[in-house]
Nanobody
Framework: QVQLVESGGDSVQAGGSLRLSCTASGFTDSRYCMGWFRQAPGKEREGVAAIDYEHGPNYADSVKGRFTISRDNYMSTTLRMNALKPDDAALYYC???????????????????WGQGTQVTVSS
């Protein structure tokens, strides 16, 4: 049974930085895509970044150049967020699915496994 646990959410001022971490348990091997999604009140859950153990990272246009996703080992991923904006404020979820990320990395329905979320607040 796959479980994902996120940590690192906090409240920061605009322009600040945060690092979110996600650790998985229950992966059967290294072939899992791990992604970060976020959901602000009244908005759809959207893909932020994703990475698998064999290929390069994927990013939403809104975070390119500011956020960096890394795969620390096949069971964990880190999202480094710099130059945070008030629009980045949301509940951030770690998600995972079996297989490589591919071109559909930002489709939430591809991911059967989700963490509980960690809150990021950005004040202007």
């Amino acid at each position: 049974q796959v479980q994902l646990v996120e940590s690192g959410g906090d409240s920061v001022q605009a322009g600040g930085s945060l690092r979110l971490s996600c650790t998985a348990s229950g992966f059967t091997d290294s072939r899992y895509c791990m992604g970060w999604f976020r959901q602000a009140p009244g908005k759809e859950r959207e893909g932020v970044a994703a990475i698998d153990y064999e290929h390069g990272p994927n990013y939403a246009d809104s975070v390119k150049g500011r956020f960096t996703i890394s795969r620390d080992n096949y069971m964990s991923t880190t999202l480094r967020m710099n130059a945070l904006k008030p629009d980045d404020a949301a509940l951030y979820y770690c998600a995972a699915h079996r297989g490589w990320c591919g071109g559909t990395w930002d489709r939430k329905f591809e991911y059967p496994y989700w963490g509980q979320g960690t809150q990021v607040t950005v004040s202007s």
